[in-house]
């Protein structure tokens, strides 16, 4: 973190703001009063339950926790239905931008029965509660209605982010044994279709526990169907509409979403019914200030991530809030496309990611100044250490000099906000998540896991269960206990570094792990590592993220050739040629996000006498540092030689 950093703030809010705000003082004094009978309230608040529970939470069998034991619910109901029963059924839902500038607005009540139709095809597709469903889908309107279809009919959906390859959309319906999956023939990226279908053939192509594939037509490309596809306007057409649902108990799972860790195997981490959805909608509710009726909220994240699943599906939807979904890029086909949909939607509360601020800081200022942002009164930023300066370019060019700024930190695991301000009521100090909400109890730690004091850095925990985390990673109860659990004894441990200022702010440092944070996206360094020995020119890898910019950090590969490759990386071109191979490879194996952005050949990697490579060091390496301290190393000149072969 940049030691301006302090230069900045506090921003206290207008009194006008706090006199508005949906998240007001008086929820911490609640919260600290008695946090169970917080939790209830908010749960019984917010959401509609066919059955009330009888146990706000059963900690019992930690760390796996029980929220709301004995109430029983449907979120698609809450999603859906509600809204319209209660009379909001004109309200727009989803006003969708497609990337070629299509549009279509969506209502309550179109969404509701939308979600009926899907519902009907999936169960004559044959699924049934707790069957699997995977999504590889673009973000297109049908991304949604399939998760609300799954959550109907108490299936759990596992959505893939479309940017993943085939290989690793295959290892992910294989985890979760998916019965039926939903993709589309394609989606529009950079103004051109990016085609879905073929990459889902593959996938299933041999052994498979897929029955049928629905397929949603979105560019009209020519399409290969096999006797498993189904059109998705066909499935829905001769589906009857499952109008009628079933309610399921609170902890009954929701969804499995993948995530790197420190291992190359993905997690599948799962998320239930009742906490989940209290926690999602809480947190939308009083962090991002949401008035639904008023407000027109954007959360520019992907559904194939955690934020696009709580943020633009469970959490507005379940609040009834009007939100623009957008299919595309932020540069398509300009570079203000983003502020020309805020001008034309109106859009009052904008949430989006710090890479996202840097790479418009870095375009200028001058394309948003085009566009009229007055409706704009709230923005958040989520996924990664958002760095003043950029907080202060967001506040000033797209916040009107004004708009307070909600720094989110949170996770996949921990499903829904943990940490913010509350912008009727913190005095916000750019650069830092502050604290955690009301009802979070988050602190940060020693090495022997005792609180530390104001200007100290440690490791961020969370101390007690909270509705909305993760109830395991799918099949692999032990991996949750050994990954969370056993760092700290009975704190949840979230990887992270943090600090703790004189004001007693917490400021997230980032991962103290191998995971690697690129333009938000998480990416674990042994997952790219095992992707590029599979290459057949590699013999050893060692990736690091090295820090960036723009995206945060960036990929930064250093690999030992074998023999057979060695001698064609003697010539300039030949070894970029197969630098640049080995770059595909990782993007067929894994997704084009995690491509490295540099990838170096060594012939030797830092080590220590018990054969563990130094990725600190080669970290100094890729920030064009000189190596620090090696002297643990089975050798310590490695590095001297390492600097030596780059400057060549
Ligand atoms: C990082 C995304 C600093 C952090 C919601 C965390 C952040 C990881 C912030 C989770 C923030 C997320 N400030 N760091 N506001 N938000 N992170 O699972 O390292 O994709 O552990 O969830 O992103 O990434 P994930």
Known sequence: MSETAEEYGPFPPSPEFSQQAVGQKSLYEEADADREAFWAKQARERLTWAKDFDKVLDWSEAPVAKWFVGGELNVAYNCADRHVEAGNGDRVALHFVGEPGDERDITYAELTELVQKAAGALKAAGVEKGDRVALYLPMIPEAIISMLACARLGAVHSVVFGGFSSDALRTRIADGEAKVVITADGGYRRGKPSALKPAVDEAISGETTVQKVLVVKRTGEETEMTDKDVWWDDALEAAEPAVDFDTFD?????????????????????????????QAAYTNAVVHDVHPGEDVYWCTADVGWVTGHSYIVYGP???????????????????????????????????????????????????????????????????????????????????????????TWWQTETGAIMMSALPGVTSLVPGSAQAPVPGITADVVDEEGKSVGNG????????????????????????????????FEDMYFAGDGAKRDED????????????????????????????LVSHDAVAEAAVVGAADETTGQAVCAFVI?????????????????????????????????????????????????????????????AEGREAGDATTLADPSVMEKIQAGLKK
């Open 561 to 621: 050739l074998r023999e057979e490759a060695r001698d064609q990386a003697a010539d300039d071109d030949k070894r970029e040629e197969l630098v640049q191979a080995m770059r595909s490879h990782v993007g067929k194996q894994i997704g084009a996000i995690a491509k490295p952005k540099t990838i170096l050949v060594v012939d030797e990697l830092p080590k220590t006498r018990s054969g563990k490579i130094m990725r600190r060091l080669l970290k100094d390496v």
């Open 504 to 531: 007693g702010n917490i400021w997230v440092l980032g991962r103290v792990d191998d995971v690697m944070n690129v333009s938000g996206h998480r990416l674990s360094t042994s997952e790219i590592e095992s992707a």
């Open 250 to 278: 609170s902890e009954h799972p929701l969804f499995i979403l993948y995530t790197s860790g420190t291992t190359g195997k993905p997690k599948g981490i799962f998320h239930t019914t009742g906490g989940y959805l209290t």
């Open 317 to 407: 939807l379940a609040n009834g809030v009007t939100q623009v979904l957008y299919e595309g890029t932020p540069d398509s086909p300009h570079q203000g496309r983003w502020w020309e949909i805020v001008q034309n939607k109106k859009v009052s509360i904008f949430y989006t990611a710090p890479t996202a601020i840097r790479t418009c800081m870095k375009w200028g200022k001058e394309i948003p100044a085009e566009y009229d942002l007055s409706s704009v009164r709230v923005l958040g930023s989520v996924g990664e250490p958002i760095n003043p300066e950029a907080w202060m370019w967001f506040r000033d060019n797209i916040g009107g000099g004004s708009a307070p700024i909600v720094d």
């Open 456 to 487: 100290e850095t440690g490791y961020l925990v969370i101390r007690d269960p909270w509705p909305s985390m993760l109830r395991g990673i799918w099949g692999d109860l032990q991996r949750y206990k050994d990954t969370y659990w056993s760092r």
